[in-house]
């Protein structure tokens, strides 16, 4: 962290963590804005825009190497314009960038350093630079010196150049390479290529040479191709390999919670930040194979994040904090690791140390990451195993190693709440509430509803994308707007209250007019973003789902409920084919579009119940029903009549339909109705038909 007794630089009066930490380095920083565009062209120099985020283990290193060193500041002071960006406030200039620095040919990650003319235009980037020259990379001081010296002696060609490659990004956003929507066997060839990759010994999926990143949206892919297709190899490979992140170092085996990613293949050593994203999407999951398999493990793997989530990661007012560093004290990991000798001063039952492999030597540099060992293992085929007594011994283990690490200085907990990520959390606790029934999960859900439509949703219909003490900021980018959209779905769902569908009426309009583009996808950033190069479209399913993957989840339950203010099959169908050759060529990268396209390719099912002067218990066993059935093309509504009658020239499936003597239910397939029913019994036969 930056020396407080150092005179401040403007970064001190922003809200970003991120931001902060560099409010004391003597690099006279700027936020991104036009005083830092109007100083670089008055003044003629180049910018170095600076992007990372503030769980960043190595933005953190490159700070103390190089933003803190005084004789560094005052080169980049003297030779350039300094932008310091939070990546996770501003995603669609951290976007912008990054493919700069891929189309340069380089691999991207963070901190991104990025060399910019006075016009925001590219000139040259890169990652991390040391301080001095190793790892076969220039030290950073070489590297400033070699830009100025370039800007000084050859800036007509930095300026063409650098025009040139903006040209070609604007162009490749705006290259619609198909007209022709996918076909069927890409699902196939889809489910292929995880087969392929899957990891026998240590389970997940083999992308990448060195590390494992928590493939939750590949997961959720494969456990409805199950259940659309009945093959159990896609069962297996999900189960084995939530129960390996479960079971690994990339899991807090004592406080709950999944880290960044695995530096290995064996699940064994994290890098240690926790991110909402993450653990929203692993719980999601979670609550998926919960429902398929009614396997207790992954209930009680639920539940552990959700409580870590609302005990850590909660704030006062409502929302829910974004992220907690992997270091502390200076050290990434401290917070975590365990010695032998300080473990068995609380812990002394050998079959717990045995169970967490706690030894002498330690498995990460003379200490020990808590980690279940599950090598020659098959737990789909074996089976999950505890005896109820190991279970309350290991939980009260828990307890007890909990209260002792607490007393342990924390990493830094980022607590800007974002728009996007607190709504995948709401997305992973109904999904628990759907498969638990647990009322806690649907009430938590409401209440970071509330506070995001307090504090980040304006009365035209923008969401803003980032709130921190009181201040809400940044218009919000496709994800914000489509996560927002299909939780008010859902809510609209399991509660029938119809706030919900009218919130998600009005951002949907928003989205078709703000962010529309000729192509088919929908850009990542308003219209309005007057301070970006290029506007972007995105279909990669990264870190989260892409907004264009969730807004093509959000057509196929609108398509099926006949919503009638726009062709949304036809939409759907431009989406697919404008990200063809991706969903082709690289469909690892876009699970949550696959899993979209799984949907629009599989007959529908729609349930409508429509109802009048029915207890609130009764209303509640019904959406049970529902919620029980195991199906991921059924789309169902349970509405009061008054309800449906309101909605029945926006949603077809309402249109001339009532409650009849108190409750009708409506079966259908592709719009094409059964005579409707008064009782559970009937409509479950006609469902299952």
Known sequence: ??????????????????????????????????????????????????????????????????????????????????????????????????????????????????????????????????????????????????????????????????????????????????????????????????????????????????NKFPPSMALSFLLEYYQIQKDNRALEMAWNTAYAMKSGGIYDQIGGGICRYATDHEWLVPHFEKMLYDNALFVETLAKLFQITGEHFFLEALDEIITYIERDMCLEEGGIASAED??????????????????????????????WNVTEEGNFEHQNILHVYWKGKNPYLDGIHFNPEFKEKLKQTKEILLQVRNKRIRPLRDDKVLTSWNALWMRALLSSYEATGNESYLSQTKRIYQFLSKHLLLEDGTVLRRYREGEAKFYGTLPDYAEWIWISIRLFQLTGEKEFYQTMSRLFETIQLRFVSEMGPYYESLAENSDLIVRTIEGYDGVEPSGNSTMLHVFYTLHSLGYSKSNLEKKANSIFAYFLPELTQNSLSYPSMISAFQKFQTPSKEVIVIYRNKSEEEVKEIRQNLMGILDPCLVWLVVEESVAKSLEEELAIFKGRDAGNGIRYFVCQNFKCELPTENWQDTLLLIRK
């Not at 925001?120 to 991390?128: F, R, S, W």
């Not at 010695?339 to 050998?350: G, N, Q």
């Open 1 to 210: 962290m930056a020396n407080l007794s150092k005179k401040p630089n403007r970064l001190v009066h922003e809200k970003s963590p991120y931001l902060l930490q560099h409010a004391h380095n003597p690099v006279d920083w700027f936020p991104w804005g036009n005083e830092a565009f109007e100083k670089a062209k008055k003044e003629d120099k180049i910018i170095l825009l600076s992007i990372g985020y503030s769980t960043c283990h190595w933005c953190h290193v490159m700070e103390r190497e190089s933003f803190e060193d005084q004789s560094t500041a005052e080169q980049l002071n003297r030779d350039f314009v300094c932008i310091k960006l939070d990546r996770e406030e501003r995603p669609d200039i951290d976007k912008i960038y990054m493919d700069a620095l891929h189309a340069m040919g380089t691999q991207g990650g963070w901190p991104l350093n990025m060399f910019l003319t006075p016009d925001k235009e590219p000139i040259l980037g890169g990652t991390y630079f040391p301080p001095e020259n190793r790892y076969g990379k220039r030290s950073f001081k070489e590297v400033l010196r070699l830009v100025s010296e370039a800007w000084r002696n050859q800036r007509e060609e930095l300026i063409q150049a650098a025009a040139d490659l903006t040209t070609y990004l604007n162009e490749n956003e705006r290259n619609s390479s198909s007209i022709i929507v996918p076909g069927k066997e890409i699902i196939t060839n889809n489910f292929q290529r995880y087969i392929q990759l899957y990891d026998k010994e240590f389970f997940g999926f083999k992308t990448n040479s060195v």
């Open 326 to 355: 992997a270091d502390s004290e200076g050290e990434e990991g401290k917070f975590y690791l365990w010695t032998e000798k300080e473990i068995v001063s609380y812990v002394t039952d050998p079959e717990i140390l045995g169970y």
